[in-house]
C-alpha cells in the first residue's frame, strides 16, 4: 500500500493533471477500501496483514524489529556481500533474498551484473518521468496507469522481494511497456 502510494504521488507529480486534487481522493479511497477487504482475507501467519502492523507499531522497541528483521537483513546481507559469503543465516534459517532489490542485484551478480541489472530497472524509469515532465498533457492515461504500476513494484523492491519473484517481474515490465508505449497517429 505504501508503495502505491509513493507511485501515486510521484505521478500526480510527473503527469500533473488538472484535477489532481480529485484523482489523490479518488486513488485514496480505492487503497481504503482494499484495505478493508483485505482484513477478510487468511493470513498465512502472524507477520502479515493490517493488525499485525497496527499491534507491532506498539510493541516494537527498535527499527529492526518493526521492519520484522530487514534491518538485520540488510546489514547482514551487506556483510555477506563484503566478505563473499554465500549463505544469510537469520532467526529463520536462511533467506533466498535480502527484501531489497539493490543489495539482491549485488549480492546475486556482483558490481559487474548488479549494476546493469540496476540501470535496466531505473534507466527507463527515470528517462520516462523526464519525458512525462517534459511534456505535461500530451501523454495519455494509459501511460500513467503503466508507469504507475512499474513505479509501484519498484518501490516496493525497496523494502521487499518483489522482483525476486517471476510474477512481480511481469507485472513490473507489463507496467514499464504499457508506460513506454506510444500510439502511432494516423
Known amino acids: ?61 527498535s527499527f529492526n524489529e518493526f521492519s520484522a528483521g530487514r534491518l538485520g537483513i540488510w546489514q547482514e546481507c551487506i556483510s555477506v556481500w563484503v566478505q563473499t559469503k554465500t549463505v544469510i543465516t537469520s532467526a529463520s534459517k536462511t533467506f533466498g533474498q535480502p527484501h531489497n532489490v539493490f543489495i539482491q542485484a549485488l549480492m546475486a551478480w556482483g558490481i559487474i551484473g548488479g549494476v546493469p541489472f540496476l540501470g535496466g530497472i531505473f534507466i527507463p524509469l527515470w528517462k520516462q518521468s523526464r519525458s512525462f515532465f517534459k511534456q505535461v498533457g500530451g501523454e495519455s492515461h494509459i501511460n500513467m496507469i ?38 502511432k497517429k494516423y
Open 1 to 61: 500500500a505504501l508503495a502505491a502510494c509513493g507511485a501515486i504521488g510521484i505521478c500526480l507529480l510527473l503527469f500533473r493533471p488538472s484535477l489532481w486534487q480529485q484523482t489523490a481522493l479518488y486513488n485514496f479511497s480505492v487503497l481504503i477500501l482494499g484495505i478493508m477487504i483485505s482484513l477478510f482475507l487468511p493470513q498465512p501467519n502472524g507477520s502479515y496483514g493490517l493488525f499485525r502492523f497496527l499491534t507491532k507499531v506498539t510493541e516494537v522497541s
Open 146 to 183: 503503466g508507469y504507475g504500476i512499474a513505479l509501484s513494484m519498484v518501490i516496493n523492491s525497496l523494502v521487499d522481494g518483489t522482483l525476486y519473484y517471476p510474477f512481480p517481474i511481469f507485472i513490473f515490465l507489463l507496467g514499464l511497456s504499457i508506460s513506454l508505449y506510444y500510439p
